[in-house]
């Protein structure tokens, strides 16, 4: 369909649109628009429902909750592993559900990153998310490297997205680990991860990747890609609220290396209240875990999950690329002339679930959007993020949100605010 600009072009995209039904799963607020859900996905009632049967559980069953109930507490990070491995495109025990992110990352580094002869240097870049910095830095430190010199960031030629080829120019005989986003968390250039793992292993070197802003987005294919490891926080697209337990990825070629940070519950489920001394770590990603998973943290993933399983992670991608071309193109129609600059790659095969709209009054901006009830997501200095989510986010809000952000601009009621960040934005 051609585009137009008229909230009737709008209305009739919803009305062709297959995944709508999904919208009233979702807890949305009146008259608000939610365009943050890239940072925090929106409650549904089915992970609502998970997080109270797990509490259920506890309250009727106490100890046993572990082997009894709807959800058996003791095999439910595996389970809910082998529940999210399509969307991540790997086989059901190559994921598990736990820690999160940040401590994915710390375990998995620990176990891949085996610095050996010359081979020392980790490759990240400089557009990273800071946690995954300070998390290689210390490891670096922790092994006795310095990370001025043995943490390669591979630089950005316009300061919003990265070249594949400058990555692969950074992967020397010097290097041991790649670690990379598979989405940047600014401008959401998504990586050509395929490429970027080939290249890595035609010069020997494993490669990871932080999937945080892609699980939920995009389909991956990392076992086919041969991906080495991977990990994921569970809140942002994938719904499962904050501080949701995460996900992490290992490869099967590295099933039996044994977990740089071991702890029981990494164990041979069988084997684990033997209470040996001598760990007998699973034979599967289970092996990664470190201690008693974070149940409460862990059930609403359960709900939400079904409605991909239902939704379909194709269908979501089609949908979310059609909402934000969409939205780039009422950008171009109704925002011309406010001094706006689309900062995403604008490209199908690049661009991922958010738009990346820049102004140098960003941050005032995004107050006045908020009193307009339409919660966008600021990142310092001059970027808005702003997210259609597939699952609960209409054509006619992307409509509804362009304009009010228009009267903003015409009216310049921006300029009431100061143009600083807020102490979480
Ligand atoms: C959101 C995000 C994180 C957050 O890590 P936590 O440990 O969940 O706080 C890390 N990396 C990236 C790329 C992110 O987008």
């Known amino acids: 369909m051609e585009f137009q600009p008229t909230r009737e072009f709008a209305k009739e995209l919803d009305s062709r649109d297959e995944l709508a039904k999904f919208r009233e799963e979702f807890y949305l607020q009146?008259?608000?628009?939610?365009?943050?859900?890239?940072?925090?996905?929106?409650?549904?009632?089915?992970?609502?429902?998970?997080?109270l049967?797990?509490?259920?559980?506890?309250?009727?069953?106490?100890?046993?909750?572990?082997?009894?109930?709807?959800?058996?507490?003791?095999y439910l990070s595996e389970q809910l592993g082998a529940k999210m491995a399509h969307l991540i495109g790997a086989k059901p025990e190559e994921v598990v559900a736990t820690g999160s992110t940040t401590v994915n990352l710390h375990q998995l580094v620990s176990t891949f990153y085996r610095p050996e002869g010359k081979r020392t240097k980790i490759v990240a870049d400089e557009l990273t998310f800071p946690s995954d910095i300070y998390a290689l830095k210390s490891h670096l430190r922790t092994r006795g490297?310095?990370?001025?010199?043995?943490?390669?960031?591979?630089?950005s030629?316009?300061?919003?997205?990265?070249?594949?080829?400058?990555?692969?120019?950074?992967?020397?005989?010097?290097?041991?680990?790649?670690?990379l986003p598979t989405v940047l968390y600014r401008s959401g250039q998504l990586l050509d991860i395929e490429l970027l793992t080939k290249e890595a292993h035609a010069?020997?070197?494993?490669?990871?990747?932080?999937?945080?802003?892609?699980?939920?987005?995009?389909?991956?294919?990392?076992?086919?890609?041969?991906?080495?490891?991977?990990?994921?926080?569970?809140?942002?697209?994938?719904?499962?609220g904050p501080g949701g337990v995460a996900g992490l990825y290992v490869n099967e070629k590295h099933f039996g290396l044994a977990p740089g940070l071991a702890g029981w519950f990494g164990s041979d489920k069988d084997k684990q209240f033997d209470m040996s001394h001598d760990m007998e770590h699973a034979q599967t990603a289970g092996a990664y875990q470190i201690g008693t998973p974070h149940l409460l943290s862990v059930a609403p993933l359960i709900g939400s999950l079904e409605i991909f399983?239902?939704?379909?992670?194709?269908?979501?991608?089609?949908?979310?690329?059609?909402?934000?071309?969409?939205?780039?193109?009422?950008?171009?129609s109704e925002l011309s002339g406010y001094g706006f600059y689309i900062g995403n790659p604008t490209e199908d095969h690049r661009r991922t679930g958010h738009i990346c709209l820049e102004h140098e009054e960003a941050p005032r901006i995004c107050k006045a959007l908020k009193e307009k009830l339409v919660i966008p997501d600021f990142r310092a200095p001059n970027v808005i993020r702003l997210a259609p989510i597939a699952l609960y986010t209409s054509y006619e809000e992307v409509w509804d949100m362009i304009h009010r952000l228009k009267v903003i601009m015409e009216e310049q009621t921006y300029k009431k605010f100061k143009n600083e960040r807020e102490v979480v934005a």
């Open 30 to 51: 009146p008259d608000t628009i939610y365009m943050d859900g890239n940072s925090l996905g929106l409650c549904s009632k089915r992970a609502e429902s998970s997080l």
């Open 145 to 155: 490297f310095d990370p001025d010199t043995h943490l390669i960031r591979v630089k």
């Open 53 to 74: 049967e797990l509490l259920a559980s506890w309250k009727r069953y106490g100890i046993d909750g572990w082997t009894e109930g709807k959800y058996p507490w003791y």
């Open 203 to 240: 010069r020997e070197i494993l490669i990871g990747f932080d999937a945080c802003h892609s699980i939920g987005a995009i389909p991956h294919q990392f076992s086919q890609w041969g991906v080495d490891f991977g990990f994921w926080c569970t809140y942002k697209y994938l719904n499962s």
């Open 309 to 332: 399983d239902e939704a379909g992670i194709e269908r979501i991608r089609k949908k979310s690329l059609a909402l934000t071309r969409y939205m780039m193109q009422l950008i171009k």
């Open 157 to 179: 030629r316009d300061g919003r997205t990265l070249n594949e080829s400058d990555i692969i120019d950074a992967m020397t005989d010097e290097v041991a680990l790649v670690l």
